[in-house]
């Protein structure tokens, strides 16, 4: 014979021939040699050696467990005094009935949304991890739900999390915020075929998300495209001269059938402009001597202006100088003034007759 001590809180099993034959509580016990001991602590899950069904068939050793049997398409959640612990899968598992209490939340894996009743921060934490599937909306952005190929609903800005099971489930999503696309470098025809290129840009946002992302493919490819042939149409309808006159209201033209043609794709175009327009080398050369023959012919014209009102201003003041014979000899003296303002020195030679002579000059 041996002695068996069980402590409390603990259970013992007494086998033999691998064979339960006596369940211990705490206290003192003799056995013979031929029989074996296992000690559980029931503050923890039963984890025997022999297999669970048949333990279960000893009705004292079932009195003291709960058991949770959890099927293929199940997991449960065990929480321990109220507090989560773990995670069990497919399976049968017994607990001990005592002082720690053990609950098993069953949960079938079948549906697809992870229910209210389960709770957030074990998702956030990552204990669900490999049970669960999970989407985040942002505050910008708006979703739709897909499952098994079929669209469920839209999705407003949040976290979204799934079971992972046969189900096949995905989300896409849509930035909604404005966005401004350049187009850079399109090369266009005049109505009088000149080549020119053009840089535009146009601002759109997302209104309708099941047009743009269900019902078009790669809206925002088909956007640029469409807004291509947009500026295309608008500057076929006009020649280089009425082009380069009336640039500025391309992107107000434009505006109109781009909006039509956007709102088609699930999208608003809010704006339409064109950045500059660039002409070829040949064409700009020449532009640039029609600029400056303009200027030229508009200086000849000045000058002309300019020269018209001198002769008429010479032709006034002679008329005056003519009716009065003062006037004249003051013009002359002012002359003779601006021609001595030049000389530094005068040297006078000749006869006596020289002054004579000034004084005709200024004597009357």
């Known amino acids: 014979m041996k002695r068996v001590i069980i402590n409390s809180n603990y259970v013992g099993l007494v086998f033999k021939n691998q064979e339960l034959t006596q369940v211990l509580t705490a206290g003192k016990y003799w056995i013979s040699f031929w029989e074996t001991v296992e000690v559980f602590n029931m503050s923890q899950p039963f984890l025997p050696s022999q297999e669970l069904n048949v333990l279960l068939q000893v009705e004292e050793l079932a009195a003291m467990l709960h058991v949770v049997e959890i099927k293929d398409y199940e997991i449960a959640l065990l929480y321990k ?28 894996l079948r549906t697809v949304y992870v229910g209210e009743d389960i709770d957030k921060n074990l998702i956030e934490k990552g204990a669900l991890a490999h049970y669960i599937r999970s989407f985040r909306v942002e505050l910008y952005e708006q979703g739709i739900l897909f499952i098994n190929g079929v669209m469920e609903r839209t999705l407003e800005p949040g976290n979204y999390h799934f079971w992972k099971n046969s189900d096949t489930v995905l989300v896409i999503k849509a930035d909604l915020r404005q966005v401004t696309a350049v187009i850079p ?81 699930g999208v608003e ?70 021609i001595a303002e030049k000389i530094h020195t005068i040297s006078l030679s000749g006869n006596g007759q020289i002054v004579d002579q000034l004084k005709q000059l200024f004597v009357k």
């Open 81 to 108: 005094d109220g507090n989560f612990n773990q995670v069990l899968g497919a399976g049968k598992f017994a607990f001990w009935e005592g002082a720690t209490w053990y609950e098993a939340m069953l949960v079938d």
């Open 185 to 265: 470098g399109q090369e266009v025809l005049t109505k009088d075929k000149a080549q020119l290129r053009i840089n535009f840009t146009v601002q759109y946002k997302v209104t309708d998300l099941v047009k743009a992302l269900v019902e078009n493919k790669d809206f925002e490819k088909q956007l640029y495209t469409q807004m291509q042939m947009v500026l295309r149409e608008i500057v076929g309808r006009l020649t280089f001269d009425e082009l380069m006159e009336h640039k500025d209201q391309i992107g107000a033209n434009a505006m109109t059938t781009a909006v039509e043609k956007a709102q088609l794709l």
């Open 269 to 338: 175009v809010l704006s339409f402009g064109v950045i500059d327009i660039v002409l070829p080398g040949d064409v700009k050369e020449m532009m640039n001597q029609v600029l400056l023959a303009e200027k030229r012919a508009q200086a000849n014209i000045i000058m002309r202006r300019e020269e018209t009102a001198s002769t008429r201003s010479l032709l006034n003041t002679a008329k005056l100088m003519e009716e009065n014979a003062m006037l004249f000899k003051l013009k002359e003296m002012e002359y003779v003034e601006k």
